[in-house]
């Protein structure tokens, strides 16, 4: 597609439901980027692959934030036993090439969760 | 802890005034700077980089000041189109990810 896409847009999950969110990023972009975002915050890196390589995940909040990108493309976010404080839009960015200090990452619309 | 900081706002401001607000970053290894636009319940997008010698992007003028660790965005002649949240994006040196690290940002509302 022309841009990320992010799906579901809208999640509401009972508080200990498993949700999975997924991300299919701009055709070719090598690089890929989750964030929460909570109301009236700005984005918190999550995690990053290149390609397939999940390089850095220290931004996940806890051992209930899981993710993998197993073909290098399409990625998905799932988060176990949920929380009310989970509640955010996850957003998903993708960017080509890696490294350099300018390039442009390119958000999708992202997923809302509430947890309930 | 790396920090980018913002004053939240909001900067409510009538119609074709200038305005500017400030960011700062505690990390002076930074790297590269930028202004993101995002409007409400929507994604972030990249408004402009920031460089060192200061750019100019039409009615946007963007500022780093490495001396005291802040950039700055201003904004000539405000349309209400312009009303939204512009977050202060740094990336610093070494920072792994690739990624980014965004300020809480600030909201700005243009009044008719």
Request: include cysteine; hydrophobic fraction near 30%; proline fraction near 5%.
């Amino acid at each position: 597609g022309a841009g990320v896409s992010q799906s579901p847009r809208y999640k509401v999950a009972k508080r200990g439901q498993d949700v999975a969110l997924r991300c299919d990023p701009i055709s070719g972009h090598v690089s890929l980027f989750w964030y929460q975002q909570a109301l009236g915050q700005g984005p918190e890196f999550l995690t990053y692959f290149q390609n397939e390589a999940q390089l850095d995940k220290s931004g996940l909040p806890s051992d209930r934030f899981f993710a993998e990108r197993p073909e290098g493309s399409v990625s998905t976010l799932k988060i176990q036993r949920t929380q009310q404080e989970d509640s955010a839009v996850y957003l998903c960015a993708s960017s080509f090439p890696t490294g350099g200090t300018g390039n442009t990452i390119y958000f999708g619309e992202g997923s809302w969760l509430t947890v309930v | 802890r790396k920090e980018v900081e913002q004053d939240p706002g909001p900067f409510n401001v009538p119609e074709g005034a200038t305005v500017a607000f400030n960011c700062t970053y505690s990390n002076s290894a930074s790297q590269s700077f930028f202004w993101y636009r995002q409007d409400c319940r929507k994604e972030p997008k990249l408004l402009m980089s920031v460089y060192s010698s200061g750019n100019e992007d039409g009615r946007f003028t963007a500022q780093l000041n490495r001396a005291s660790q802040y950039i700055s965005l201003l904004i000539r002649d405000s349309k209400l189109s312009d009303s939204a949240t512009y977050l202060c994006v740094v990336k610093w040196v070494g920072g792994g990810a690739d990624g980014l690290t965004f300020g809480k940002g600030t909201h700005l509302i243009i009044q008719p």
